[in-house]
């Protein structure tokens, strides 16, 4: 993977339940420019998730397939499930000269950075405290409480990865949070100029 045409890749990491996806969401929207890398999982879709848009939803069977045939440029096992960046979906957006979003796990930021000719920002959010973490996560109202209390029981060794990226940001406040983003990628877009 190469983005010498200088586009900025940025990754969005975060325990779940503090607010990537929200943010994710809203830097598309914003920033036309800016396209979300759409992953592949093995996990069953929520209620309000689509096909294509949110991720591609494939078996184990077809990612271990996918995993064999080389077709991610990163993937982990996360809550019992696998989710991957497919290397064709981000080459062809690199080819149309986007600039990429992951909301990805600090595993699959790991495995991006050893691409050293790629122009990351790294991004950790974290929540304001463990018990508003646990109320975003129950009002997301998507998951049950077995699958809450295992992304709860991750948050104590997730953000211990705060010191691969190169920003820390608390979701506090949502506009909050957002305009500190916006601070970072206009100040990347003003070092490529
Ligand atoms: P993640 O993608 O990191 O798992 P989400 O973006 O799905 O997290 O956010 C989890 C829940 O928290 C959602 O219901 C979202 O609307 C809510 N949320 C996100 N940011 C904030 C915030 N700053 N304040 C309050 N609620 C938030
Ligand atoms: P969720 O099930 O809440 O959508 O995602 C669970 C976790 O998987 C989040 O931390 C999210 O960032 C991460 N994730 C989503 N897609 C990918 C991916 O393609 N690769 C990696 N490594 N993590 C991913």
Redesign the pocket.
């Given at each position: 993977m190469t983005s010498s045409n200088g586009s900025i890749m940025l990754i969005l990491s975060?325990p779940?339940?503090?607010?990537?996806?929200?943010?994710t969401k809203k830097i598309q929207q914003k920033y036309q420019n800016f396209k979300i890398s759409v992953s592949h999982t093995t996990r069953k879709p929520r209620s309000n998730e689509v096909e294509g848009i949110d991720y591609f939803f494939i078996n184990h069977e077809e990612f271990k397939k996918r995993i064999s045939n080389n077709e991610f440029y990163e993937y982990a096992k996360i809550f019992d499930n696998y989710y991957g960046t497919a290397r064709n979906s981000v080459n062809k957006l690199l080819k149309n000269n986007n600039n990429i979003l992951f909301?990805i796990d600090w595993q699959g930021t790991q495995q991006l950075s050893r691409f050293k000719e790629l122009k990351l920002i790294k991004i950790f959010?974290l929540p304001p405290d463990k018990k508003e973490l646990e109320n975003?996560?129950i009002?997301?109202n998507q998951d049950n409480i077995d699958i809450i209390s295992k992304r709860l029981k991750a948050y104590d060794n997730d953000i211990h990865h705060w010191s691969d990226y190169d920003h820390v940001i608390v979701?506090?406040?949502?506009e909050h949070?957002f305009s500190q983003i916006e601070k970072i990628i206009l100040s990347e877009k003003n070092n490529a100029i």
């Open positions: 975060s779940s339940g503090a607010g990537k996806t929200t943010l909301d959010l975003r996560l009002q997301r979701n506090d406040n949502l949070c």
